[in-house]
């Protein structure tokens, strides 16, 4: 037995004590928010039991608003249509300051962009959100894909089998344990006989298909410089057999390969609670209610009896039914009797109940299709009130999932190669990621739409005075504007493409006004040697007549 395998297990043990106190309610937040991604907190947990509650389940308006919150976060924080996020160095706030560093940042942020979504980011992204929104948390694996031969690969770890902690002040987790299983040929494939327990070799042979429990752990390295040739990274990795306490694998990473996200930290923990607890109660009454309407539905239509034993009839044996003749002495030996049901009251609690689950969850915002003719711009409005509100999750969600997705999907990128070379003026710079999600757009929207109002309000008052145009910055103003809402920076020109275009178009108005002054100069000099020219032509005849007359004096 390995002393420290032996640690880690001890460590493993605490981390499942420290975690039991929450499992019950994640399991009711799963039971009736997102039944299909139920998971296994407990032992007692089993599949059975869990196909034994959704069973139980008669109202679906939890989940489906837990899959459109869920399905807005996604599309708000890391649509795939467009690009969400910018790289630049710490401490420069406009990227179009850069040069050729500017350009090498762009092509890492489409490069990185594009193989993210390339990968099965989005379909694994989802199931992690899910966990996020229902839970409080989850959990996605970042690494290279070794075999198909690169790119990245994306693996959303169920929760279950989880186990989270932190070494940081801060509270951002930095150690994960992670529980699963292996078949015993699969263990000897993996990481070789000499590394497994002879319990395993055994099964390898005789039962290949025998499972033995896993333990993956993920965490910060003490030392450096000890271990196998390929752990000398600040994040240690170690695979251990549980039910022989053996290390199989020791390994690292240069940066923590999962990005944890969490909604709301729960006090004095380093776990989270969803949005689902805030409609845990609502669905359970609905669900309850759900129930028994249907019970009441089905006393309604098929009635509620009496009868008699009246020696022809016998209670216990009639069966009422279609096609059915009921012997009876006399017509009043079975009656059916009033049940009492009033649906209108279940329906206005259950309308209530939905209705409120909705808003708590956030999914009330856009109507039904089909229940309500929407313009777009309505439709747009109301996506940016619902992004606002999720202002808060969105500000966690920065810190503890993109801002680690990106980081761990930059280190890859760049140590394989596949960025090219840094320009010198990024060398030595730490790198930070800025965000311009529709979600990260709808936080600045405030900003713009208070830009466009004043702007508006100079441009009525100039009509009177043009001077208080002065006021008013137009080039910061238009960054503004176009920055908030989300304009590509390749239709936006830089500083320097602005001043050089306004120099140029200085200088040509120059050249253009210096030929005009020519031409107007030109043109004056050839109407005054054309006037001179017509006075001595009007002058001629009387300087002749002068002449003759002296010459007649003369004579």
Known sequence: MDSQAQQLCSRFGQLKLSRSIYEAHWGECYKYGAPERQQSFSMGNSKTQREKERAELFDSTAAESIQLLVSMVMSGVTPANAIWFQAAPDGVDDISKLTDGERWLEQCCQFMWRNIHA???????????????????????????????????????????????????????????????????????????????????????????????????????????AGQLNTDMPYASYHVDLSNKIILKESGYQEFPCSIPRLRRLPNSVYGNGQMSVALPDAKTCNELMKQTLRAADMQICGMWIAEDDGVLNPHTVRVGPRKVIVANSIDSMKRLDDGVNFQIAEYLMNNLQNGIRKKLMADQLPPIGTQQMTATEINTRVEIIRQQLGPLYGR???????????????????????????????????????????????????????????????????????????????????????????????????????????????????????????????????????????????????????????????
């Open 397 to 555: 969600l920065q810190t503890e999932y993109l801002q680690v997705l990106l980081d761990r999907c930059f280190g890859l990128a760049l140590r394989s190669g596949a960025l090219g070379t840094p320009p010198d003026e990024l060398r030595g710079a730490n790198l930070s990621f800025k965000f311009i999600s529709p979600l990260a757009r709808a936080q600045r929207l405030d900003e713009v739409v208070a830009t466009e109002q004043f702007l508006a309000s100079v441009g009525n008052m100039a009509q009177i005075d043009k001077t208080v145009l002065d006021v008013v910055d137009f080039d910061a103003a238009a960054n503004v504007v176009g920055k908030g809402r989300g304009v590509p920076q390749s239709i936006m020109r830089t500083e320097e493409e602005v001043n050089d275009l306004r120099q140029a178009r200085q200088k040509a108005q120059q050249e253009q006004q210096e030929q005009a002054m020519k031409a107007q100069m030109a043109q004056q000099m050839a109407g005054a040697a054309a006037k001179g020219v017509e006075n001595n032509l009007t002058q001629g005849p009387s300087a002749m007549q002068g002449m003759n007359m002296g010459s007649e004096v003369m004579q």
């Open 119 to 225: 990968a099965n980011f989005d379909s694994e992204a989802f199931e992690t959100i899910t966990d996020v929104v229902v839970a409080g948390w989850g959990v996605l694996y970042i690494d290279i894909d070794h075999d198909e031969g690169g790119g990245y690969v994306f693996e959303s770890w169920p929760i279950g089998s989880c186990w989270i902690s932190s070494s940081k002040p801060s509270g951002q987790i930095d150690i994960v344990y992670r529980e699963h299983e292996m078949t015993a040929q699969a263990m000897v494939n993996t990481y070789g006989e000499d590394k497994c327990s002879t319990d395993v070799k055994n099964a390898a042979t005789n039962e290949p298909d025998k499972r033995f429990k896993l333990l993956h752990i993920i965490q910060p390295r003490k030392t450096k410089g």
